[in-house]
């Protein structure tokens, strides 16, 4: 790789720290820079560290450095890049609306495949709802998942060394309270919220677009659009099941080497689950993302 070109008046380097679509907004040592990208090929998300023409006002990225780290989502027709250069994913969920213990669980393998940590945090937990919700989490902190909790609308301390050090991901479903969250922590962000239904027990889209908050200049936060869903068909059977952090001790001790670990004798994986040391719920959804897998290969 060649080295990092010196920045200059028209030459700059900077990070991504919000991502309009096909629009950025880079933060360099001159200040902060509208941006385009160039050409069609070029694929830039929020965090991204980047190379940048400057033209007056505006600047025009050229060149991605590379990624330490690459969040993204996909299903059988498209992949989304969520942020780069994360370390750390906090998956937000609330006592209300419900949300979906699948799709948290989605997130948070997405995360393993890419090295990165993980933490849950639980808002609104002033609601009486909140002991069912902690009992949805409970499997997920019983392997080894940090769980905080807190109500961002009257306090954020219990978060706050949770991020010390990182550049954290928030992602969750709409109406759980991110955006809350984020102002909070950073008042002058002034990101929208909403109420959630009651009626459609959901939350509505506050958040149009991913945007990085810096707390201080070893901690960030990377605010992102509330899910409605979350697939994972990027993912191979082997990165699939690597992603889940209590099938590795067992994963290649199979007696065949391809084992679907699902009705093969000789199956560590199903051995552990009989055992108690497994959760037959989460090798269940292991099999579910599986064949989605196999359908999306199928349609290709």
Excluded: W
């Amino acid at each position: 790789m060649s080295p990092p070109r010196p920045d200059s008046p028209a030459r700059l380097t900077g990070q991504v720290v919000a991502a309009f679509s096909r629009r950025f907004l880079v933060e360099t040592a001159a200040g902060a820079l509208p941006c385009l990208v160039k050409g069609r090929h070029l694929k830039v998300v929020c965090g991204d560290h980047v190379e940048i023409r400057r033209d007056g006002d505006t600047g025009v990225i050229e060149a991605v450095r590379p990624r330490s780290s690459l969040l993204y989502r996909s299903d059988a027709f498209k992949t989304k890049a969520i942020a780069a250069n994360v370390t750390q994913l906090a998956v937000v969920v609330a006592a209300r609306p419900s949300f979906s213990p699948e799709l948290v669980q989605r997130c948070l393998l997405a995360a393993e495949d890419q090295g990165l940590k993980s933490l849950l945090v639980l808002n609104k937990t002033d609601l009486p709802e909140t002991p069912a919700a902690l009992e949805r989490l409970a499997p997920l902190v019983r392997i080894g998942y940090p769980l905080v909790q807190l109500s961002a609308l009257t306090d954020v301390a219990p978060l706050r060394p949770a991020l010390q050090g990182h550049t954290t991901l928030l992602i969750g479903q709409s109406g759980m309270g991110k955006s809350t969250l984020v102002n909070a922590l950073f008042p002058e962000a002034r990101a929208e919220t909403a109420e959630f239904s009651e009626a459609l027990d959901s939350g509505r889209h506050t958040t149009t677009h991913t945007r990085l908050h810096r707390l201080d200049a070893e901690t960030a936060v990377i605010d992102s659009p509330g899910l409605q869903e979350f697939a994972l068909q990027h993912l191979d059977a082997a990165s699939l099941a690597h992603a889940f952090v209590e099938f590795r001790p067992y994963l290649g001790q199979c007696r065949f080497r391809d084992c679907t670990h699902e009705s093969e004798p000789g199956c560590r994986v199903r051995e552990a689950v009989d055992a108690g040391a497994i959760d037959p719920a989460r090798l269940k959804l292991y099999h579910t993302l599986r064949r989605l897998q196999q359908n999306a290969a199928q349609r290709l």
